[in-house]
């Protein structure tokens, strides 16, 4: 894989911010199977993260049921999986290795 690659997949898998770029290499006509695969991943992550996210903050606020601080933290916990997952695809990167996860990238693949 070429540095330039390289260099743009590390930016794609910054937390949050890494969709952009990770959207910006699948419009792109000329770019590989490979950088295209982790892309997807990396939007397919996101979007989970913000479900996630958007549906435990919208719980916290609205639940009598469960505590507010119990789903606060679970949030906590998933915001924090999601950054760690993305630092381990990132040092995976660093050991070319191939990135990949479970179930993850079963579904990428039927991203655009």
Avoid: D
Avoid at 34 to 53: D, M, Q, T
Wanted: charged letters at 10%.
């Amino acid at each position: 894989m070429k540095p330039a690659t390289r260099l743009w997949l590390y930016l794609a898998l910054i937390p949050v911010f890494g969709v952009l770029p990770a959207i910006w290499t699948i419009r792109q006509s000329q770019v590989n199977s490979e950088p295209r695969k982790i892309s997807r991943l990396v939007i397919l992550l996101a979007l989970a993260w913000a479900v996630g996210y958007g549906a435990l903050n919208l719980g916290a606020g609205t639940t009598e049921m469960w505590p507010e601080t119990s789903l606060l933290f679970l949030n906590s916990l998933w915001t924090s999986g999601y950054f760690l997952t993305l630092f381990w695809l990132m040092t995976r990167l660093s050991r070319n290795q191939p990135l990949s996860l479970p179930f993850f990238s079963y579904f990428a693949k039927y991203l655009p």
